[in-house]
């Protein structure tokens, strides 16, 4: 219902198709030097594919974190991705171009430098990453087909408090360093009527847009002195 509400810009279809151009270069790419690139055509280990997922995941929680933390990076790589609240699936391409080279470099290349995979092992993880973050903007409630994989809710919060829920697969790295978004159903009081909705408590309460919109602007002003 909320995509109803949404405007779709000019910049949106043209940053999806130059983000989904790089992809293609990318698999280009990697089907012409596989020789080069992977242990073998094919072969199946499951052990390499979660190791694969555990170095993304790391890779990418920090690379995150650190564009949300620093001001100045935030405001020329992830601004874009934040511009709004009601995701799309194709939402995933909405970035900007640098920081979608970024993760091209981060995830999907760097990990290749010291893990041994094979070509079917690479487009299985490749595929899986697709099918995730296509789903964890498609703003649905259901859970992922896999398990221990987070869900879309958990990164729409990300999106609607802009702080914590850095994780891209696993929870591991927002548990241990307690940037998980810890939201809560407030009981109803005793005395409140059967059909009366309990308010959220303030330190899990979801900020408005008015609210994010003040808080970009105060980014905006603290980079203008600095």
């Not at 790589?77 to 995933?92: A, G, K, M, S, Y």
Request: proline share 5%; net charge negative; glycine share 2%.
């Amino acid at each position: 219902p909320s995509h109803d509400r949404r405007l779709i810009k000019a910049d949106y279809y043209w940053l999806t198709v130059v983000n989904f151009s790089i992809t293609i270069v990318l698999v280009m790419g990697l089907i012409v030097y596989r020789d080069h690139v992977f242990r073998s055509m094919t072969g199946w280990d499951i052990k390499q594919i979660i190791v694969y997922f555990l170095v993304i995941d790391f890779i990418y929680y920090w690379t995150h974190r650190v564009t949300h933390r620093i001001p100045y990076l935030r405001h020329i790589l992830h601004e874009t991705h934040h511009d709004v609240f009601d995701l799309l699936p194709l939402d995933f391409l909405n970035v900007s171009v640098l920081e979608y080279v970024m993760y091209i470099l981060t995830t999907n290349l760097a990990p290749l430098l010291f893990l041994s995979v094979s070509m079917v092992e690479y487009f299985t993880i490749f595929g899986l990453i697709l099918v995730h973050v296509i789903y964890c903007h498609s703003e649905v409630d259901s859970s992922f087909f896999l398990p221990l994989f987070i869900d879309s809710t958990y990164h729409r919060h990300h999106h609607q408090i802009g702080r914590g829920n850095y994780s891209v697969f696993f929870p591991i790295w927002d548990e241990y360093m307690k940037t998980r978004i810890q939201t809560q159903k407030a009981e109803p009081t005793q005395k409140a009527e059967p059909t009366q909705k309990a308010e959220p408590t303030p330190s899990t309460r979801l900020p408005s847009t008015e609210e994010k919109e003040k808080e970009k602007q105060e980014v905006a002003s603290h980079e203008a002195h600095t």
